[in-house]
Structure formats: structure tokens, C-alpha cells
């Protein structure tokens, strides 16, 4: 079964680089028609979709979000990292990493790290 695990720091500063790490466990992440993603929830808000990396490394990002964010992967640890530049409270959200997987007729997020808190100090 698979399992992510989403780290790093709880609070950055305004200005700032927030990085965080999704660990995955029970199946590699460069298993064909996997995408690695990563999603967030502000406080009172729905959830905001950020990026992701695919099985083969290639990469996607919200348009919104996307001159500010990196996503990368070290395939040895099997993990994924989220970088986002120039932090504001803004950012301050539940980020979220998940499993995207792409079907035939479309495509799923069906495994999802238990999330963890991030907050941007001013």
C-alpha cells in the first residue's frame, strides 16, 4: 500500500523560501503513469492545485503559482520537493502531497499525504 509523508518546516518568513518533502513508501516513484503533486488548502478556502512531477521528471504548475514554484524529485530517497519563492502570508495554507493517476478516460488523485500546516510570518 502506499503511503506519503509530507515534511518540513511549520513557519517561514514573509520573503522567504518555503521547501517541504514528500516521502513515498510502498511503490517507486518513477512507476509509469504516476504523477507526484502537490496541493494546497488555505485557512477557510478550497483546495489549490500548485504542480507536479511526473514518473519521467517532467514538470507542471499552476500558471498562477508557476514563477514561483519548483517541484523536483530525488528518485534515490524516492521523495518529492516543493520549493516556493517569495513567500507571503498568503501562502500560509495545509499543502498537501498526492498521488495523480492518469487512466484511459481521465485521471485520479488517489493517494494523499496526511498534509501538514504551513505558516508565513510577516
Known amino acids: 500500500q502506499v503511503q506519503l509523508q509530507e515534511s518540513g518546516p511549520g513557519l517561514v518568513n514573509a520573503s522567504q523560501t518555503l521547501s517541504l518533502t514528500c516521502t513515498v513508501s510502498g511503490g517507486s516513484i518513477t512507476t509509469n503513469d504516476y504523477a507526484w503533486s502537490w496541493i494546497r488548502q488555505p485557512p477557510g478556502k478550497g483546495l489549490e492545485w500548485i504542480g507536479y512531477?511526473?514518473?519521467?521528471?517532467?514538470?507542471y504548475y499552476s500558471p498562477s503559482l508557476k514563477s514561483r514554484t519548483s517541484i523536483s524529485r530525488d528518485t534515490s530517497k524516492n521523495q518529492s520537493t516543493l520549493q516556493l519563492s517569495s513567500v507571503t502570508p498568503e501562502d500560509t495554507a495545509v499543502y498537501y502531497c498526492?498521488?495523480?493517476?492518469?487512466?484511459?478516460?481521465?485521471?485520479?488523485?488517489?493517494?494523499w499525504g496526511q498534509g501538514t500546516q504551513v505558516t508565513v510570518s510577516s
Open positions: 512531477i511526473e514518473y519521467s521528471g517532467s514538470t
Open positions: 498526492a498521488r495523480r493517476t492518469t487512466y484511459s478516460s481521465g485521471y485520479s488523485y488517489d493517494c
